[in-house]
């Protein structure tokens, strides 16, 4: 007898690979619904159904995308649990293709969510599908939380101006100049997206939540912060900071750091994520509710940049740009004592041990290409990076 059946959407992609392992591991069923997006997969290694190899060879696989009329209601066969991750995932390429990041996202959670309010209610008049937990992202924050120095106030800032960050003043201030110390960041921080990404996710997860709550299914939407490990799609250059360094690194080139490098982030292994979504899916616990999934740590992008290169010894320093890209933010880091309290989770990889996995990883992946150049002449082009 199996736990239930789950859906994974996005299943064949970096975080979703791993969930799928989990929740094999702890006895679900799995199918994964994936549209296997070029920019995602163009590059890695697949089998002769264009699946990438690294896919658990037990899950049920349907290839097909979720804004095609009827292919997520085709998917939901048996399925008892929903994990939902399929997105476009690029922060500045959103910027630029804000209908195709808008459709991908809010469009695809709105066709899931018709489809679910559609099917029928089983005798006892419960919905078929008994939990969903859904990726959302620590970017639909903004400016991560801060502390007024010398005051143990906290405060949500906005985004620094134009202005200030063309006079190349990275750290916040408040409006009377009292400097502004970054503290994690709670699920209860103004969400300020900056981003037509997070925009979608904000949307996404409140879509979520409330359709969840009116059809009494348990969901829970997972803020996820920076997540690094194997699988990360290496020449894809809008997503994770960890793999774009490592790509360039490999291409003995510098890493290519915005700003002066100091902003500080929170990396989460990949294993500790599919663990977050893996426990909820198993929990019995009738929540509807917003969790951060962090490591609870902060480091510095240029610290980031600064191990790997050490761990893939390589003498070569990040490349201090001291441009700023439209709409980043300084400071992010999560508070993860809310997903503690409640299901019991806390992150069991370290930082150093994870990232030389990760180059492990990277050693036996196909060589990467460098697409950093195309990227930035793009943002560049479009006014997006200063
Ligand atoms: N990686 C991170 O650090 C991070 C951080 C915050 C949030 N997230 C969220 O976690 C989720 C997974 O991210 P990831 O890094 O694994 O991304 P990924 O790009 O590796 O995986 C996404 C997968 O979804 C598939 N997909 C996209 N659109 C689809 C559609 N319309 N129909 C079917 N399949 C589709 C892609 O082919 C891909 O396999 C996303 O929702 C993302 O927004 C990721």
């Given amino acids: 007898m199996t736990k239930g059946h789950v859906l994974v959407t996005g299943g064949a992609g970096f975080i979703g690979s791993h969930l799928v392992d989990y929740l094999l591991g702890r006895g679900f069923e799995v199918t994964v619904l994936d549209c296997l997006l070029d920019q995602v997969h163009g590059d890695a290694e697949k089998d ?3 699946w990438p190899v690294y896919l658990n060879k037990k899950a049920k696989r349907i290839k097909g995308n979720i804004l095609d009329d009827g292919v997520f209601e085709a998917s939901l066969t048996g399925i008892t649990h929903l994990a939902h991750l399929a997105a476009s995932v690029g922060v500045g390429q959103s910027m630029t293709n804000i209908v195709e990041y808008t459709r991908n996202n809010t469009m695809a959670a709105a066709v899931i969510l018709e489809v679910l309010s559609r099917m029928p209610l089983d005798a006892d008049g419960n919905h078929p599908i008994k939990r969903m937990v859904v990726a959302s992202s620590m970017s639909i924050y903004g400016e991560g939380e801060y502390e007024i120095e010398g005051t143990g106030d906290s405060t949500a800032p906005e985004l620094r101006s134009h202005e200030q960050l ?7 201030f408040t409006g009377d100049g009292a400097k502004l110390i970054p503290i994690p960041t709670t699920e209860k921080k103004l969400l300020q997206p900056a981003s037509i990404y997070a925009v979608n996710k904000r949307d996404h997860e409140e879509m979520f939540l409330s359709v969840g709550r009116a059809l009494n299914i348990p969901t829970s939407a997972l803020r996820l912060f920076n997540a690094y490990g194997s699988r990360q799609a290496l020449s894809n250059p809008y997503t994770g900071v960890a793999a774009i360094f490592i790509s360039r690194l490999l291409n003995d080139q ?4 915005f700003e002066d490098g100091e902003q500080k982030r929170d990396f989460v292994h990949v294993m500790d994520v599919a663990n977050a979504f893996a426990t909820i899916l198993e929990s019995d616990k009738r929540v509807w509710d917003v969790f951060n999934v962090g490591s609870g ?6 610290d980031i940049a600064r ?7 390589k003498n070569i320093a990040p490349d201090i740009l001291q441009k700023y890209r439209v709409g980043d933010i300084r400071h992010c880091f999560a508070d993860i004592s809310k997903i503690r309290d409640v299901f019991g989770v806390t992150p069991q990889r370290d930082f150093e041990e994870g990232m030389a996995e990760l180059i492990e990883w990277v050693k036996t992946a196909k060589k990467p290409v460098d697409k950093t150049a195309v990227s930035m002449a793009e943002l560049s082009s479009s006014k997006l990076m200063v």
């Fill in 48 to 50: 002769a159904q264009g």
């Fill in 166 to 172: 063309a006079e190349r003043s990275w750290e916040l």
């Fill in 254 to 257: 510098p890493p290519m750091v």
């Fill in 297 to 302: 740590k902060s480091i510095t992008v240029n």
């Fill in 307 to 313: 191990t790997l290169a050490r761990l893939l010894q």
